[in-house]
């Protein structure tokens, strides 16, 4: 079969991959340049414009979330061709969506983690953002083995996008911050777009979410979470939180307190997120905090003498409040490097604005990280490294653990 991508964000390459992956023939285009996709046989790439003929005579059509309300690929929305139309096995099953504006990933996991010690068959999958192989794998793998349930992980910038492609049951909504506001202009846009996409589902929600009362009206039901009362392989009150919201959806899917609790005392740590690496002496906390509600909450849990910061992309301003977050601490020093991009001149402005007091180092790479992060430990007791770029994160992660294993 024929199959045309539209749009090559994160998530349109990897649409592009499962469906070679999964034999078909892939046109894909974009109205970029800089769009590097590896040459395969299957494939037919058009940069810098959209050649609508050879979309309209595939057979299924990927739209981009990116482009999903853009008004000139209404036609394509509409034409019956899309994946979701046409394959519709993932419809069929049982459907937890999980979003919010932290905590998305870790929650989606340790549900499928209860669900499977239950003896569920569980597909769990969805933003590639988070680390997932996109929706599209998740729609082609629902149509080719049989599942109980499915777990999907829904970014705040891909809802619209994901609730026309699939069909919940029951939505998790880990928390409400500032993240994507340059997508969302407002915290009230994102509300409301929270607020169309539960409209008429049962909705797992967070005790102390301020705007709660936003989803009253929308939502056909409304199940509160606070945090679990005992104690986790986890750093931080923030994974209790998501522990909660975890057992919430299981108990509301039928399964028992005891493998609840269980499932959640047995979870360890996923590749990026908060990890406690012990020293003789002091401690390295390292996880993703790529926003600032993600950062406070990390820096709230404890005092970091040093903190260590990726750096979000160019223009994106409302990731900037990070580091206004960690001026607030008392930190002796905090220290920058290239995350997502090298905006590391932007953050040195933000952090002179702030007036903050302390010093201030740059770090070019993730080699030069860890070895800072490591002299840092000798004198202080606590060091956080995090900020943005994930996959910079996890490398760090598992330098830091070679180098001490090597001592």
């Known amino acids: 079969m024929k199959a045309a991508v539209v749009g090559l964000g ?16 892939v046109y ?48 394509i929305k509409s034409n ?8 519709t096995s993932h419809r069929s099953l049982f459907t937890i969506g999980v979003t919010g504006t932290n905590g998305k990933t870790t929650t989606t996991m340790m549900i499928a983690s209860i669900l499977q010690k239950a003896g569920m068959k569980v597909l769990t999958g969805g933003n590639a953002g988070g680390g997932f192989k996109g929706y599209t794998e998740v729609i ?30 029951l939505v ?133 003498p040093v903190i260590i910061l990726g750096t979000p992309r160019k223009g994106e301003i409302c990731r900037l409040d990070i580091f206004r977050e960690a001026s607030k601490t008392n930190s002796e020093i905090i220290a920058i490097f290239p995350g997502l991009e090298d905006t590391r001149d932007d953050v040195r402005r933000v952090l002179e604005e702030e007036n903050y007091t302390g010093t201030i180092h740059n770090l070019d790479n993730v080699k030069k990280v860890v070895e800072f992060a490591l002299k840092c430990s000798e004198k202080y007791p606590k060091v956080f490294i995090g900020g943005n770029g994930q996959r910079k994160i996890i490398e760090i992660t598992d330098s830091l653990k070679e180098a001490i294993s090597a001592k």
């Open 10 to 25: 994160v998530e349109g390459m990897n649409a592009v991959e499962s469906l070679l992956n999964h034999g078909y023939e």
């Open 140 to 169: 082609l793998e629902a149509a080719s083995m049989d599942y109980d349930i499915l777990l999907v992980e829904v970014c705040d910038m891909t809802l619209d996008f994901c609730k026309d492609n699939f069909d919940f049951d």
């Open 172 to 304: 998790v909504v880990t928390n409400v911050g500032r993240d994507h506001l340059e997508f969302h202009q407002s915290l009230e846009n994102y509300l409301k777009s929270l607020g169309k996409f539960v409209e008429g589902k049962r909705v797992v929600l967070n005790q102390e979410t301020e705007n709660s009362g936003y989803f009253k009206g929308k939502a056909d039901e409304i199940h509160f979470f606070t945090r679990v009362p005992y104690e986790l392989n986890l750093f931080g009150d923030f994974n209790r939180k998501n522990a909660a919201a975890a057992s919430k959806a299981a108990e509301i899917v039928g399964i028992s307190n005891n493998t609840i609790e269980t499932s959640l005392k047995n979870f360890n740590v996923l590749p990026g997120r908060a990890t406690i690496i012990d020293l003789p002496h002091s401690q390295i906390v390292v996880g993703k905090t790529d926003n600032a509600d993600a950062a406070a909450a990390v820096f709230n849990e404890a005092d970091f």
């Open 80 to 87: 019956g061709k899309l994946l979701s139309d046409i394959i």
């Open 28 to 75: 894909a285009s974009d109205i970029n340049f800089n769009v590097e996709l590896k040459v395969d046989r299957c494939l037919d790439v058009d940069l810098g414009f959209h050649d609508f003929q050879k979309i309209e005579n595939a057979d299924v059509i990927v739209l981009s979330p990116g482009l999903w309300n853009r008004p000139v690929f209404n036609k």
